[in-house]
């Protein structure tokens, strides 16, 4: 079972930027490839992007590339979203899904792909 806890999510101005962590707990951890998604109030979850288990390929969405990135340390069970710029429009909760890896890590950017989930952290960027 493998269990993912969010966090660095806060409220910040309009040009700031955050880093948040998805931290994981469980062995099987190692060979996840991990998802970062964002729900605004009255929206559908939105994929931001995703990496592979060795943490070697990452893909982001051309909409948040150049302002989001996505990296991990293996060492620490960690996957974290860089969000550089950030706006308004960003405003959301933010949430890690993880799932076994697989070749082709862009395929992997639908919910359903993801079979284990953090609790999700919010981010609120003012003007």
């Known amino acids: 079972q493998v269990q993912l806890v969010e966090s660095g999510g806060g409220s910040v101005q309009a040009g700031d930027s955050l880093r948040l962590s998805c931290a994981a707990s469980g062995r099987t951890f190692s060979m996840y490839a991990v998802g970062w998604f964002r729900q605004a109030p009255g929206k559908e979850r939105e994929f931001i992007g995703v990496?592979?288990?060795?943490?070697?390929?990452?893909y982001v969405v051309d909409s948040m590339k150049g302002r989001f990135t996505i990296n991990r340390d293996r060492s620490k069970n960690t996957v974290y979203l860089q969000m550089n710029s950030l706006k308004p429009e960003d405003t959301a909760v933010y949430y890690c899904?993880?799932?076994?890896?697989?070749?082709?890590?862009?395929?992997?950017?639908?919910?359903?792909?993801?079979?284990?989930w953090g609790q999700g952290t919010q981010v609120t960027v003012s003007s």
């Open positions: 899904g993880g799932d076994f890896s697989r070749p082709g890590i862009a395929t992997m950017r639908s919910s359903a792909d993801f079979g284990f």
């Open positions: 990496i592979n288990w060795t943490g070697t390929s990452a």
